[in-house]
C-alpha cells in the first residue's frame, strides 16, 4: 500500500532556483558544425532557428535567477584517449582534450564560474562525479537540454530519475537528428520526467517557490 507522504510527491511541482540546475548536454562544436550542417539539413535548421534561441533564453534566464548552469561536453581525459568508454571506442568517438571539437558553442559559453565536465559516455552520470557534484551545491532538479535527445540527453533524464532527482525535459531545447527521432526519444521517456517547453519553463522558474518545511 503506498504511503500516504507518497502519495503527495509530484514531478508537477514549482522550482526553486536555489535548487534547480540547467544541463546543456553536449552543446559543442563536434555535434554541430558547418560539416554536420552540409550532411543534416534539417538538424542545421532546427538547432539554428529553434534550439539554440532557446538554449540561448534558458541560460539568461537561470543566471538572472541565480540558478546554477552546467555543461557536459564529450572530451578525453588523456591524449590518447585511453580513458574512454568501450562503447566509445567501438564507435570511434574520439574528441581530444583541449580540442576545438570538445569546446561548448561559442553562443553558448559557460561563464567565469559554472562547471564544465568531460565526459566519455552517453551518460554523464556513469563515467563523471556530476551526482556527487550536484548534491554538493544542494540541487534536486535537474533540467536537461541539449544533444541528442535520443542519446545522451535521454540517458542523462533516466539515470538522473533513477538517482533520486527530479529531471525536467525542456523539448525544444534538445535535438537529434530527425524530427521523428526527437518526438520518439520524447515520448520514450516521458515517464521519467516532467517535459515543458521553454517558456513553460522559464515562467516556472520565476515563480516564487514553495515554502520549505523549516520555514513553515
Known sequence: MQRPEDAALSRNRPFDPKRTCLLLVDTQNVVWNPEVA?????????????????????????????????????????????????DYKLSNFFIAKGSWEA????????????????????GVFNS??????????????????GFLTDQCVDHTLRDAADRGFYPVCVSDACATHTPERHEAALRAFAGYCLT????????????PAEPTLSSR
Open 38 to 86: 552540409t550532411r543534416l539539413p534539417g538538424f542545421d535548421a532546427t538547432v539554428r532557428e529553434t534550439v539554440l534561441p532557446n538554449l540561448e533564453a534558458l541560460v539568461a534566464g537561470f543566471r538572472a535567477a541565480g540558478a546554477e548552469v552546467m555543461y557536459t561536453v564529450m572530451e578525453n581525459l588523456t591524449k590518447d584517449g585511453r580513458d574512454r568508454s568501450l
Open 103 to 122: 569546446k561548448v558553442f561559442d553562443a553558448l559559453a559557460p561563464g567565469e564560474d559554472e562547471i564544465v565536465i568531460p565526459k566519455t559516455s552517453s
Open 128 to 145: 563523471t562525479n556530476i551526482e556527487y557534484v550536484l548534491r554538493n551545491i544542494g540541487i534536486d532538479t535537474l533540467v536537461v537540454t
Open 196 to 207: 515543458l517547453d521553454t517558456q513553460g519553463l522559464l515562467e516556472r522558474l520565476r515563480l
